[in-house]
C-alpha cells in the first residue's frame, strides 16, 4: 500500500507537457504557455513526393529535423525547453508548448514528435504530443 502511495504521489508530481503542432494559417493558439514558429525550417510541402504525406512519416521528418537547421533549432530549443520544464515541475500540472507552422501538417508535426521522443525518455515529465491541424485540407 506505501508503494502504491508513492507511486500515486511521483505520478502527481510529474509535470504534464503537452506539445502540440498548429498551423498559422488555421489562427493561433490562445492556450499556450510557450509557442514557437518553424517556417524557416525546409518546407516539405513544396516537394512534391512528400506533399501528401505528413510529419509523422519518416520520410517527412527526416526532410525536415535531419536538415541543417532542423538540427540546429533542436540542438538550441531542447536544452531550453528542458530547462523551463524542470523548473515547472511542482509549480504547475501542465505545460503547453505550441510548434506552428504554416499549414500544420508537416514541419511542426515533425518537430513536436522529434521533442516528444527527448521528453519521453525523462521520468519528470508525462508526455503528450498532438497535432492540432494535421488533417486539415493541406492546399
Known amino acids: 500500500m506505501d508503494a502504491e502511495r508513492t507511486d500515486e504521489r511521483?505520478?502527481?508530481?510529474?509535470?504534464?507537457?503537452v506539445i502540440f503542432s498548429f498551423g498559422?494559417?488555421?489562427?493561433?493558439?490562445v492556450d499556450a504557455n510557450m509557442l514557437f514558429d518553424v517556417?524557416?525550417?525546409p518546407n516539405p510541402y513544396w516537394q512534391e513526393h512528400?506533399?501528401?504525406k505528413s510529419g509523422l512519416q519518416q520520410e517527412v521528418s527526416e526532410y525536415v529535423v535531419a536538415s541543417d537547421q532542423g538540427k540546429d533549432f533542436l540542438r538550441l530549443l531542447?536544452?531550453?525547453?528542458f530547462s523551463v520544464g524542470v523548473e515547472t515541475v511542482g509549480?504547475?500540472?501542465?505545460?503547453?508548448?505550441a510548434i506552428g507552422c504554416t499549414g500544420g501538417r508537416h514541419r511542426s508535426v515533425a518537430v513536436v514528435e522529434a521533442?516528444?521522443?527527448?521528453?519521453?525518455?525523462?521520468?519528470?515529465?508525462?508526455?503528450?504530443?498532438?497535432?492540432?491541424d494535421i488533417d486539415r485540407d493541406s492546399h
Do not use: T, W
Not at 511521483?10 to 507537457?17: D, I, K, T
Not at 509549480?91 to 508548448?97: D, G, Q, V, W, Y
Open 39 to 41: 517556417r524557416f525550417l
Open 115 to 132: 521533442l516528444a521522443r527527448e521528453f519521453e525518455q525523462d521520468s519528470r515529465f508525462e508526455v503528450r504530443p498532438c497535432h492540432r
Open 50 to 52: 512528400l506533399r501528401a
Open 91 to 97: 509549480n504547475r500540472k501542465e505545460l503547453r508548448i
Open 24 to 29: 498559422f494559417k488555421h489562427g493561433v493558439p
Open 78 to 81: 531542447k536544452p531550453l525547453l
Open 10 to 17: 511521483a505520478e502527481s508530481q510529474r509535470l504534464r507537457l
